[in-house]
């Protein structure tokens, strides 16, 4: 969890009918390591009374393979 506040935004969220997605993208680092910044930095924090059930996605892009090389997913 953060410490203080909420800082910066998800590169990406999804608001659908039946849930939300929290998604950080990493350039030449992990999956795991985007999910641990949506934890860190607080990003889902603002949907935490909405009610739907909200899913974190950590995508790993890598320059050398020019694609989405890992992702995970994990709810809240």
Known sequence: MFL?????RADLTLLMPKGIYVM???YEHT???A???IDQKGYAEKYRLDGRPITKI???FSS???NIIEW???PL
């Open 64 to 66: 050398k393979e020019r």
């Open 58 to 60: 950590g995508i790993s």
């Open 72 to 74: 995970k997913a994990m």
């Open 4 to 8: 203080d506040k909420p800082s910066g």
């Open 35 to 37: 999910l641990a910044q």
């Open 24 to 26: 950080e993208i990493k």
């Open 31 to 33: 999956a795991d390591e």
